[in-house]
């Protein structure tokens, strides 16, 4: 009986020591993922203050277009229809469909960008309907720049791999350039741009901004929160094993003290 209940009270020391541990370290991971959307907000904050980018003024500052995301950048080129593709899932007032995204040669340079040009209804985003929506001759294009993705969200489906003999992949999960420069002719700049609305165009495609929060989520609150459970557990079981040792020998104590009675 004393083997099975010092082996009771055993496993249930080791679960607590070892949720104890968890929790912590679940508070240091809520602090680690504050620490990364501090940094994110100040990345974004320093770009968004800084002046248009002006893709078409040599030199380009190619290592560095990744770290100037949702920065304001303008470009003047002409789009290649040929290697256009197009984005997934994308929703315009509850509608599902497409975004465009069309390889625009930048005017003076040999480089090209990848433009997401808004929104199209599946059935406008099908050829030959979407040849309607082409750019014809030298335009501008005002918006921000947007990073590369490599792999989709948490929960979302990659982009599926050619079959052979397949080329072109005409659909994507995510802007993958890494991915679309090995079907499209013109070199791609390791970032796109998402184009931003303009009063003078009205119609298809829909051109939106992205909406960047800027806050520091609820991060440092479930960092306290782990904390806080840890400290209730690590610091209570200690007081309810002393509750239970006492009760354990006032219990006896009363045993032998009915013992001496009867006897």
Same mark, same amino acid.
């Given at each position: ?55 078409? %003024? *040599?030199?380009?500052?190619? @290592?560095? !277009?990744?770290?100037? #995301?949702?920065?304001? $950048? +303008? &470009?003047? =080129? ?44 599946? %059935? *406008?985003?099908?050829?030959? @309907?979407? !040849?309607?929506?082409? #750019?014809?001759?030298? $335009? +501008? &294009?005002? =918006? ?120």
């Amino acid at each position: 009986m004393k083997t099975r209940g010092f082996l009771r009270w055993g496993l249930t020391t080791f679960l607590v020591v070892l949720g104890v541990v968890i929790m912590i370290r679940l508070g240091f991971w809520q602090l680690d993922r504050l620490a990364q959307r501090r940094a994110f907000n100040e990345r974004v904050l320093t770009a968004q203050s800084l002046p248009p980018l002006n893709l078409n %003024e *040599e030199p380009l500052p190619i @290592a560095q !277009l990744p770290d100037m #995301e949702y920065r304001e $950048v +303008l &470009v003047i =080129g002409e789009y290649d229809h040929a290697d256009e593709v197009l984005l997934r899932n994308q929703v315009w007032e509850g509608r599902l469909g497409f975004h465009l995204l069309t390889p625009l040669q930048i005017q003076g340079t040999s480089w090209a960008v990848l433009v997401d040009r808004g929104w199209l209804p599946y %059935e *406008e985003a099908q050829l030959p @309907a979407r !040849l309607a929506y082409q #750019e014809r001759g030298v $335009v +501008l &294009v005002r =918006g921000v720049i947007r990073r590369s993705q490599e792999r989709p969200d948490f929960g979302g489906v990659p982009d599926p791999t050619l079959a052979p003999g397949q080329s072109h992949l005409e659909a994507w999960n995510v802007v993958n350039i890494t991915r679309i420069q090995q079907q499209t002719r013109l070199p791609l700049l390791p970032v796109y741009i998402q184009q931003a609305p303009d009063p003078a165009w009205q119609g298809l495609p829909y051109r939106t901004l992205p909406e960047v929060e800027i806050s520091e989520g609820p991060h440092l609150g479930y960092a306290i929160q782990w904390f806080t459970f840890a400290a209730i557990f690590g610091l209570g079981y200690p007081l309810f094993i002393r509750r239970q040792l006492h009760n354990s020998a006032k219990q006896a104590r009363e045993r032998n003290q009915e013992d001496e009675e009867e006897g």
